[in-house]
């Protein structure tokens, strides 16, 4: 299996412009999570989908951030409009099952900077 | 508010050495996982901890969860240059949904050869 897969791996945009990241989680895995990681505040869970259906999404930072799964092989993370203080690394997880302990697989992450 | 401190943030030793790396917390968890992460990779699930008391080791590796289930630690033995990383803890609070993870805020590990 070739593991989560993110795209781009890298994006630097200018302040305003609408920013859209994507993932492809492990196939068959029914969970999927956005995070987000900086130095200041480590990593931080952005929101998760179950089933392509959004459970949670209290850790979206505000209304300049959307999330999509569309189905259960695609999803995506926009941010319109893009700001400074949104330069991070974000990374998509999914597992297979909703529960305890489960295992999250990490991708490789996509290195957002805003200038 | 960080509910999982991890100590130290930093910790650079001598290969051979061991070392104890700590995950912190006032609340309950339903289980506990350590997680390395390398440069320029996500984060890569080393173990999960489910029982109170329960030791688990993975080669070099020792992981402990507290009897309470409110602290964790691992402990390596002999470093080597190839356990540099970052060691995250992560866990679900009782209190809250299955899979609304938190992550600790890291320990950053460098083993010098």
């Known amino acids: 299996d070739a593991g989560v897969i993110q795209s781009p791996r890298h994006e630097v945009t200018e302040m305003g412009q609408e920013v859209t990241l994507r993932c492809k989680p492990i196939s068959g895995h029914n969970s999927l999570f956005w995070y987000r990681q900086t130095m200041m505040r480590g990593l931080e869970l952005l929101i998760y989908f179950n089933n392509n259906v959004p459970i949670d999404d209290s850790g979206m930072p505000e209304d300049r951030f959307s999330a999509k799964m569309p189905n259960a092989s695609f999803s995506t993370l926009k941010i319109q409009p893009s700001e400074p203080r949104d330069s991070a690394v974000y990374f998509c997880?999914?597992?297979?099952?909703?529960?305890?302990?489960?295992?999250?697989?990490f991708g490789p992450g996509t290195r957002l900077t805003v200038l | 508010t960080q509910l999982l401190e991890q100590s130290p943030q930093f910790l650079s030793i001598q290969e051979g050495e061991n070392l104890t790396v700590y995950c912190n917390s006032s609340s309950v968890f339903s289980s506990l996982q350590w997680y390395r992460q390398e440069p320029g990779e996500g984060p890569v699930l080393l173990v999960t901890?489910?029982?109170?008391?329960e030791v688990k080791k993975l080669k070099r590796l020792t992981f402990q969860f507290g009897d309470a289930r409110k602290d964790s630690s691992l402990h390596i033995t002999a470093a080597q240059p190839g356990d540099t990383g970052l060691y995250l803890c992560?866990?679900?609070?009782?209190?809250?949904?299955?899979?609304?993870?938190?992550f600790g805020s890291g320990t950053r590990l460098s083993i010098r050869p």
């Open positions: 901890v489910v029982t109170g008391g």
């Open positions: 992560a866990g679900a609070p009782e209190s809250s949904s299955a899979s609304k993870i938190i």
């Open positions: 997880a999914s597992s297979l099952i909703l529960g305890e302990g489960d295992t999250q697989y």
